[in-house]
């Protein structure tokens, strides 16, 4: 099995290290990672600025792009080769909820499910890397797991999925078994936060991100708050499918209003 690593924390952060060495144990695998942190990048690729790719001392190489700009050089020529699993972390914090949509992590995962590659992006829930070594030896297993059911290592005859794990940060023997789980919902961000600039302008920053609004049995809040590996899968289609028939009435209105006039 050959696996492609990337994360939006950097190559040098100690979240991307565990996952290699645990990852490295049972598969042929390959790291691709921004030179800088990338949090809350998304899907970005850069298309207006030029792209390099050095190898650190370790073997790692980095790129001075987004987790997405990686996963995407990776796979259109830098390998030379295809692989058979594309994973995205360890990543410092939680990726739940709302979060999905913005993270640099799941990102680089979807990147490579675009791309017809089983995915999965692994995130701890609690910023700080506590219990990081149970957290990857948790990511090895689910890996492993994939495996042995036959859901990676099949080449181009392996169906594409994208998966989000979030890990408790907690010893590996107190975690919870793999929970199934919907997103949750957070709470709007909090508010912008500004300063003055030392030239008397005011600067603005992001402010931190909502708690959680709906953190029910079955999403992955409330699993994680159980302490269960809470496990989502995600898909790209961002269609409202429950509202075609509606949308399809509002349309013809349109139509006809426009013809009318």
């Known amino acids: 099995m050959k696996i492609l690593i990337s994360n939006d924390d950097g190559y040098q952060a100690p979240g ?3 996952l290699y060495e645990a990852l490295r144990t049972v598969a042929d695998v390959e790291v691709v990672a921004p030179e800088h942190n990338n949090s809350a990048k998304s899907n ?14 370790n073997g ?11 996963v995407h050089i990776a796979l259109t020529g830098l390998l030379g080769y295809r692989p058979d699993l594309v994973v995205s972390g360890i990543n410092n914090g939680a990726n739940m909820g709302d979060d999905t949509i ?3 992590t799941v ?14 992006a692994f995130s701890q829930v609690d910023k700080g890397w506590g219990e990081l070594e149970s ?25 594409p999925w994208l998966l989000n794990v979030n890990i408790p940060n907690m010893p590996y023997e107190a975690l919870r078994p793999l929970k199934l789980c919907r997103l949750g919902r957070r709470h709007a961000a909090e508010r912008v936060i500004t300063q003055e600039s030392p030239r008397g302008e ?13 953190a029910a049995e079955g999403t992955d809040f409330h699993a994680t708050a159980q302490g269960h590996v809470a496990m989502t899968p995600l898909k790209v289609d961002l269609t409202d499918h429950d509202h075609l028939a509606y ?15």
């Open 16 to 18: 991307i290290t565990a």
């Open 44 to 57: 970005a690729l850069t298309l207006h600025s030029p792209l390099y790719v050095h190898r650190a001392a």
């Open 60 to 70: 790692f190489r980095y790129v001075n792009g987004t987790p997405a700009d990686c």
């Open 102 to 104: 913005y993270s640099g």
């Open 107 to 120: 990102g680089a995962a979807m990147e490579g499910y675009l791309f017809g590659i089983p995915s999965i």
């Open 135 to 159: 957290a990857a030896r948790k990511a090895r297993e689910i890996v492993q797991q994939m495996q042995s059911q036959r859901l990676v290592g099949l080449g181009a005859e392996a169906q």
């Open 202 to 214: 005011v600067m603005y920053w992001i402010g931190g991100a909502g708690a959680a609004k709906d």
């Open 247 to 261: 949308w399809a009435q509002t349309a013809a209105r349109l139509v006809a209003g426009a013809a009318g006039a």
